[in-house]
């Protein structure tokens, strides 16, 4: 499908047999539609009947989620399933559950860290064995879906990047200023769990490896844009002024280089709108 539609990608996006087609106003999406119907007569192709019926939509249901010309979140559709999930009481369980909280974490902020105690039920032969640990992970993941978190589209303008890390995991959330208000909109959840070496790394260490880690993940998205990273570890920002640091930090405050960044301390957290 995506070789019958080529040419068409700017106003048209194919993800297997279904296709969406979007534009800023009316009359060019009615020139984008004829151009789609062109190539399926072309090559013989029939549309689904029920599909066709969401034509000149505001918003949409695609692969999970809501879509409107602003921001995107799940589905209501799969809210509910979430919500009436019950408790899992085996390890194929848990592992349904995790697969489908993690088709929903990039718009989770820190979800990394949040299954931890279910993934231990799943380790090799351990005991199943559900503890208030386990049941705070699981209840913590439900409630985040079932709040409906949303995320901004990008846009080409300013970033904020605010990044922490702790002993478990490090994680980033992308920010950016509404179009139409001063308030900050999530763009984008970016979270990782360490491994055991890596959580006997110092604080600095950490804090660093979360500010290369979320740019790396965020490369596609903020390239050619200032963007500024807000820390709270204060000693960050004074060893990035310095040369003489340890290896893996000079080279990692080396890759800064190829970034469009600001980097300043801020105590506390960045709010933004959800």
Known sequence: ???????????????LDDIIVFDKDFESH?????????RFRL???KASGKKLTEIARSKITFLGHEISCSVYCP????????????????VKDIKGFIGMANFFRKII????????????????KAKFEWTPDQEKAFTSIKEALISRPCLA???????????????????AALLQQQEDSSKLAAVGYFSKTLSESQRKWSPTHIELFAMVSALRYFRSTIYGNLTRIYSDHKPLTFLLRHNKTHDNL???????????IKIEY?????QCSS
């Open 75 to 90: 589905a209501e559709r799969n809210i509910r399933a979430i919500r009436d999930r019950p408790r899992p009481r085996t």
């Open 266 to 270: 801020l105590k506390g957290f960045v």
């Open 30 to 38: 009615l020139n984008s539609l004829r151009k789609v119907f062109k």
């Open 43 to 45: 090559y013989n192709i």
């Open 153 to 171: 589209f990008p846009r080409d303008c300013e970033f904020i990047l605010h990044t922490d890390g702790s002993k478990v995991a490090v994680g």
């Open 109 to 124: 902020k820190g979800f990394a860290a949040i299954p931890s105690p279910l993934y231990d039920l799943c380790k090799g």
């Open 250 to 260: 000079a080279r990692w405050a080396v890759e800064f280089q190829s970034y469009n």
């Open 1 to 15: 499908m995506a070789r019958i539609l080529g040419g068409l990608e700017g106003n048209c996006l194919v993800y």
